[in-house]
């Protein structure tokens, strides 16, 4: 696939999802307003009830920072719900016209999934500089150019992760008559493994260890603990290669489910 | 009355049979609520690790709560979830003239026509979650307040139910539902944590106009600490004020659905 190519259907996805506004917004500043104050109350309570100064290493500021984090990060990482367009290509029988797109379909779902980021990334600004005029810096959180930089790349590296992690799944829709149900699983598991409910480092040691294991960790935890500072460049380092060596496997399962699945698609659809 | 439950009976036979056509699915969702089920509770899990209590609440209360919370959501998927997901489909495909041309009421069918099958197996391992939950729960609670407890969980479903179709309704006027849909399930959130842990004013915000900490913490609050009659006429008049509103919105919506496609 051209590099021009991939850039127009970039822009075309996110002219397509700009186009209900009302809904676009509305979805976005509920969730984030939801989000917070359910985090902030939650850890002002769990905070007042243990009386302790820090949790699993985080002060009551530095743990409802890692929430603000995690919830507009977030969003990046995820990018807008795909709606298992995999599945939905090989249920309608529309996944024969990519078959003869002179494009890899993987790389093309890609960029439709890029250009779906373009919006999350205008929420992403408008929410930050709503929220962080209100919010105090933990004297021990050194926000700089290079944990900025450093958490943009995890936080790209992420999105790719997430995006090839739910590939394997929806390919069980060749065989499978729906597999909304195994994305939304890999959602649940990514959103509590990876660090989206909960800091990782409040999960017992050997359930650590274990995660360290998988995929999920790069996907929020580990970018939002680039830019609080509390990953050191060497850690970072081998973070980013931990999550570009689990989607490179992620790719490779995903193109052989494809594969396999290919073989027995139709093309007639549901 | 008696025709309105043969209906019902006719919903029933055949979304049990449109599930049984796609096993699979049928299964795979058993799965994803189970594995929904077992990180909330292992979430309450982590949390107590470190502290003790939380919204004056312990471990073993957490658990009675958030498996309360379990019913309610699988009560919800399985007889309203289905058909008020399609509810903005319908408006914005026109479809919904099909039910206003029906000789019954058109909430009554929208509303419960289709019947979750996979989600009712579900609705199963949350009752077992939740006797699992009484049953290891250290203090005496007695037959007469487990009852009202269960009693007030299915008025707590009952308010949810109405709040989604609140969230729901301005379809008919916006012409994309996706947003607000997506927020009420945003705002659920609040239920699914303890109502002490809120203060203020979103605390009477939460108890009243957008009433998401009553549905499962005042049932469990009756159970721990005794049905109090403040208690109790609080949530009937939220349930009853969120009534009238859902009919009267119903009604100046039905007035202004204008059946044009987008």
Known sequence: MTARLFLHIVSLETRKLMAYRVGFWLQAVGAAVAQLLVAYYLWQAVFDSAGSATIGGYSRQEMILYYVLVILLGRIVRGQERESTLARDVYEGSLSRYLVYPADYLAFKYAEHLGNLAPQAIQLLVLGCAVFPFLELPAAVGIGLASVAMCAAAVLAANLLNFLLSYPVEGVAFWAENVWSLNVMVRLASSLLGGQVLPLALFPDWAQSALAWSPFPWLFDFPVNVLLGRVPPHEWALGMAACLLWSAVLNALGRAVWRRGSLVYSGVGM | MQRYLRLYAHFLR?????????????????????MFYGLQLAFFAVL????????????????????????????HMTVFSNNLWWFPIFVNRGDLDYY?????????????RDFAANSFVNLLIA???????????????GAGR???YLALLLLGTFLYYLLNLLFLLPVIWTQTGRGLDEMFFHFARFAERPDQIYRGWLRRMLVSLLPFALIVS?????????????????MIGVVAAA?????????RALASYSSASS
């Not at chain 2, 009752?127 to 609670?141: E, H, K």
């Not at chain 2, 609050?221 to 208690?231: I, K, M």
């Open chain 2, 100 to 112: 206003l041309v029906r000789p019954v009421s058109t909430l009554f069918f929208m509303s419960l």
């Open chain 2, 127 to 141: 009752a077992a979650l939740l006797v699992w939950s009484l049953a290891r729960f250290p203090g005496p609670l």
């Open chain 2, 243 to 251: 009534f009238l509103l859902v009919l009267a919105v119903w009604r």
């Open chain 2, 146 to 148: 487990i009852a009202v």
């Open chain 2, 218 to 234: 005042y049932p469990a609050h009756a159970l721990f600490d005794g049905l109090t009659p403040e208690t109790l006429l609080h």
């Open chain 2, 48 to 75: 107590y690790r470190h502290t003790a209590l939380l919204g004056g609440w312990t471990l073993d209360q957490s658990y009675v709560f958030v498996c309360g919370y379990f019913i309610i959501d699988a009560i």
């Open chain 2, 14 to 34: 055949f979304s049990f049979s449109r599930a049984m056509e796609f096993r699979l699915d049928f299964c795979f969702r058993i799965v994803m609520d189970s």
